[in-house]
């Protein structure tokens, strides 16, 4: 279409416009399923993190679900929540102190979240305005961008899951003493 209107035939924009439907249907359903499985995943963890140290929440467990539908907060508390689990389940030191594990997974995975999520914002913004194969051209280019950012943010969920997760069970199978 840069090249002009005539270049490229009604076909091919069908076909186009098909098959970024399907892709964008395939990434929301994706999308839905997974956060569906990494909240209730969340929501152990934070629940076992009260076993692992009742004093080391500002909230009730429930908010490990109800964080992520709160208008702007869920910019905020679903990260302290996480940070929060992420420090109760240190499991202590024979002396009963408490050893410090760095929170950079957490941090790194949810700046990246955030992010991706601005810009996929921005994105839709510019698919909105682009009325000239010009714009649609930086619309689809920063998507492509914004599409990256959030693969990296899918990886480094899958860290802070996995490390997350080790950590717990570090915690209940840690000798008797540390718990």
């Given at each position: 279409m840069i090249d002009g209107p005539?270049?490229?035939?009604?076909?091919?924009?069908?076909?186009?416009?098909?098959?970024?439907?399907?892709?964008?249907?395939?990434?929301?359903?994706?999308l839905a399923a997974t956060g569906v499985v990494f909240l209730i995943w969340f929501h152990r963890v934070r629940t076992n993190g009260q076993v692992f140290r009742p004093d080391g929440f500002s909230q009730s467990s429930g908010w490990a679900i109800g964080a992520w539908f709160v208008p702007l907060g869920n910019v905020y508390l679903p990260y302290r929540i996480a940070k929060e689990t992420w420090r109760a389940s240190v499991r202590p030191a024979a002396d009963s102190s408490r050893p410090h594990v760095s929170t950079a997974p957490v941090t790194a995975w949810w700046l990246v979240w955030v992010v991706s999520t601005l810009c996929d914002s921005a994105v839709e913004q510019l698919y909105k305005?682009?009325?000239?194969?010009?714009?649609?051209?930086?619309?689809?280019?920063?998507?492509?961008?914004?599409?990256?950012?959030?693969?990296?943010?899918?990886?480094?969920?899958?860290?802070?899951?996995?490390?997350?997760?080790?950590l717990q069970h570090a915690g209940v199978m840690g000798p008797p003493t540390a718990r």
């Open positions: 005539a270049s490229a035939g009604d076909d091919t924009l069908r076909e186009a416009y098909t098959l970024a439907t399907m892709v964008g249907s395939f990434q929301v359903l994706s305005r682009a009325d000239t194969p010009e714009g649609l051209a930086v619309a689809s280019s920063s998507s492509a961008f914004s599409d990256l950012l959030t693969v990296a943010a899918a990886v480094l969920a899958i860290v802070f899951v996995r490390r997350l997760t080790a």
